[in-house]
């Protein structure tokens, strides 16, 4: 696909998104919103707010939406060149899943694209949720640095604003992903749901774009957790990891407020394919930056990474102080969708 056709199908697709959530919630509150692209050469989206004022605007660049595009694409071709199956099979200890890429249901265009329309999906609706609970706001509130604006490539740098809350920072980041996750995963399960082997391959490939995406942010700069925290962003592969346990949970029948729960198969299988597509993408771009195989790369668990008990009690303790005026902020009003720590997490991460 030519540069030209992959931002003519990005922007149909998320004009698409954005005129129905205009029609089902703007303009019914009487709220400005407007989805605006960008060609400057440095690729980014952006999130605006001006609360109070009821104006909200998501601006995304063109060479975002291309740069993640042409890495799928590679992505897919190393993935189907086998040539990390020996060594995934190795690190995971149990066999290549069956049809890792949904080759049988889909072609190698057709995977491309339904990986690529993840994650500028998941993208768009992150921004959105930092719209949805005010988040630019409520950084404001708790730093001494006037924000309205919400960029999201602004990835493993340094708080050069001198913000006295890079905590803050974080959580918001880490809230957004999860709304994303949640909505993301819902729309899969509403148009899919009772087909369950396509809903499966597509599950592959919601995986696969949103873990290229994640990486490619990262620019291979930091795979470790700092403290105390000082930067505006989680480093992605915390995100991935959050990622990954939002998607359990939204179809996990142990949590009281998962909103799909009958999805014709266990957790543990999502945990596997996930498990196996976050592998195969970190393989790929170990192998792109040109550096050795490092166990920080995988996916882990947050809870099991070095400083990561100590980052996660700061982010609780951070969550603890803005939750109320999160959910009092929040324009959807769906619960469900904020950040969430529960009993037994926390338990583990204090114990």
């Known amino acids: 696909m030519k540069d030209h056709e992959i931002i003519d199908k990005a922007v149909e697709t998320l004009t698409s998104i954005s005129n129905d959530i205009e029609n089902a919630f703007y303009s019914k509150c009487n ?17 605006i707010s001006h609360y109070p004022i009821e104006s909200h605007e ?15 694409e590679n992505l897919i071709s190393h993935i189907n060149s086998s040539t990390d199956d020996y060594i995934i099979k190795d690190i995971l200890k149990e066999k290549i899943p069956e049809d890792p890429l949904a080759s049988n249901s889909y072609t190698l ?19 959105l949720s930092h719209l949805d609970q005010e988040h630019a706001y409520i950084r404001s509130q708790h730093s001494n640095h006037s924000c309205n604006i919400i960029d999201e490539l602004n990835i493993n740098v340094s708080n050069k604003d001198n913000i006295t809350n890079s905590e803050i920072y974080h959580l918001t980041e880490l809230a957004a992903d999860r709304s994303a996750s949640i909505i993301c995963a819902s729309e899969l399960y509403r148009h899919f749901g009772d087909r369950n082997d396509e809903f499966k391959a597509m599950m592959k490939l919601f995986y696969l774009g949103i873990s290229c995406a994640l990486y490619l942010f990262s620019k291979n700069n930091s795979f470790s957790i700092s403290l105390p925290i000082s930067s505006t962003h989680p480093i992605p592969i915390i995100r991935l990891e959050m990622f990954l346990t939002s998607v359990w949970e939204t179809f996990s029948p ?9 999805i014709g198969y266990e957790r543990i299988e999502l945990i596997n394919i996930a498990s196996w597509v976050s592998t195969a993408t970190a ?29 996660l009690k700061i982010l609780i303790n951070t969550w603890h102080l803005v939750e109320p005026q999160l959910k009092s902020l929040q324009h959807s009003k769906l619960e469900h969708l904020l950040l969430h720590f529960s009993d037994e997490y926390k338990k583990m991460i204090y114990e």
């Open 31 to 47: 709220f400005s919103f407007n989805l605006h692209w960008n060609s400057n050469s440095t690729p980014s989206a952006k999130s």
């Open 58 to 72: 998501i601006i995304i660049h063109y060479t975002l939406i291309i740069d993640i595009y042409r890495e799928i």
């Open 109 to 127: 265009d057709q995977q491309i694209y339904n990986a690529f329309t993840a994650a500028i999906t998941w993208i768009y609706f992150h921004e």
């Open 254 to 262: 142990v949590q009281e407020k998962a909103p799909y729960t009958d």
């Open 283 to 311: 393989l790929y771009f170990n192998q792109k930056w040109k550096v050795g195989f490092d166990i920080k790369h995988l996916v882990n668990g947050t809870i099991n990474r070095e400083n990561g008990k100590e980052y």
